[in-house]
C-alpha cells in the first residue's frame, strides 16, 4: 500500500516516538499498547478526517482505539479497535493528510457560497445527500433535515452569525446553534450530532466557515449531520421551527 504523506506534525511525532519501524502503513496491523511511526500517522490521518484519534505521539492508546472504532463503525464493518487490512481497505493511503483537509474545507466553502436559495442568504451547510425530511417522523415531528455522510466530514455555517450555543444537548449530542439577523429578520440554524465543535460562545463566524466535523453522537444511528433552520430564536419547543428547504437549496 501507499505511504502517507506525511505532515510536520507527523514528522515530529516520528522523531519522538518511543520506536520507529521500517514497514510502511499498511503493512502491519496496528493495535493497542504498540509504540511506532506508523501510529503517528494512523492518528494524524484519523484526526484530520475527523475521528478524534488523540495527539499524534505514536501510541496506540484508548482514544486511538476509540477513532479507529469510530471509523469502523462508519464504515460498517468489524468493530475491533484494530487497524488491519479490512480498515486500510477503506482509506485511501494516498491523499496527504493535513493538506488534503484543507483542501475538502475550501472545497466546502466554495459550494456553500453558491448554494444559496432564491437570494435567502443561507446555504448549504455540508455536502451529502438528504437521508431524513423536515416533517412528521413516526409518532413524532422531525424539526429538521438530516445530511448524510458525502465524502467530506466538514460542517460549515450555513449563513454569517454569532455562535449562540456550542456544547452537548440531550438528544442532539454535540450542538451548535448560530444566530444570524438578515434583512432585519432574525433567524436561527442548529447543527447536531456533530464528532467536534471548532467554534466557541460568542464567537463571530462567516458564511462558509467550517464550525465543526460531522458525527455520530447524541440519539443518532449513522454519521449525519441534523440541520434546523428557526425564524426566530431557537428554543426547547421548537416552535419557530421551518423547513430548511424552505431556505436552503439541498
Do not use: C
Not at 471509523?71 to 460498517?76: I, L
Not at 487490512?85 to 472545497?107: A, H, I, V
Not at 409518532?139 to 456550542?166: E, Q, R
Amino acid at each position: 500500500m501507499k505511504k502517507f504523506v506525511m505532515s510536520s506534525a507527523v514528522a515530529a511525532a516520528i522523531l519522538f516516538a518511543p520506536s520507529v519501524a521500517d514497514a510502511s502503513i499498511g503493512d502491519q496491523n496496528l493495535k493497542s499498547g504498540m509504540k511506532d511511526s506508523d501510529v503517528s500517522e494512523l492518528q494524524q490521518w484519523l484526526n484530520d478526517k475527523g475521528y478524534e484519534a488523540g495527539p499524534v505521539d505514536g501510541i496506540f492508546g484508548p482514544l486511538t482505539k476509540q477513532g479507529v472504532e469510530s471509523f469502523q463503525a462508519a464504515q460498517s464493518i468489524s468493530v475491533d479497535g484494530v487497524a488491519g487490512p479490512e480498515t486500510f481497505g477503506e482509506m485511501n493511503l494516498g491523499e496527504s493528510s493535513t493538506g488534503e483537509r484543507s483542501s475538502e474545507d475550501s472545497d466546502n466553502k466554495a459550494v456553500a457560497a453558491e448554494s444559496t436559495y432564491n437570494g435567502s442568504g443561507f446555504a448549504l451547510p455540508a455536502s451529502g445527500p438528504v437521508t431524513s425530511e423536515y416533517g412528521q417522523r413516526g409518532s413524532g415531528t422531525h424539526d429538521g433535515i438530516d445530511i448524510g455522510y458525502g465524502g467530506s466530514p466538514s460542517i460549515s455555517a450555513s449563513a454569517a452569525g454569532t455562535v449562540t450555543y456550542a456544547g452537548t444537548m440531550n438528544g442532539y449530542g454535540n450542538t451548535i446553534i448560530l444566530e444570524h439577523t438578515l434583512n432585519g429578520q432574525t433567524y436561527n440554524t442548529l447543527y447536531a450530532h456533530l464528532n467536534s465543535i471548532h467554534v466557541s460562545n460568542g464567537e463571530a463566524v462567516s458564511q462558509g466557515e467550517s464550525i465543526g466535523v460531522m458525527g455520530n453522537t447524541g440519539r443518532s444511528t449513522g454519521r449525519h449531520l441534523h440541520f434546523e433552520v428557526h425564524e426566530g430564536a431557537w428554543n426547547g419547543a421548537k416552535s419557530n421551527a421551518v423547513n430548511p428547504r424552505s431556505y436552503v437549496s439541498f
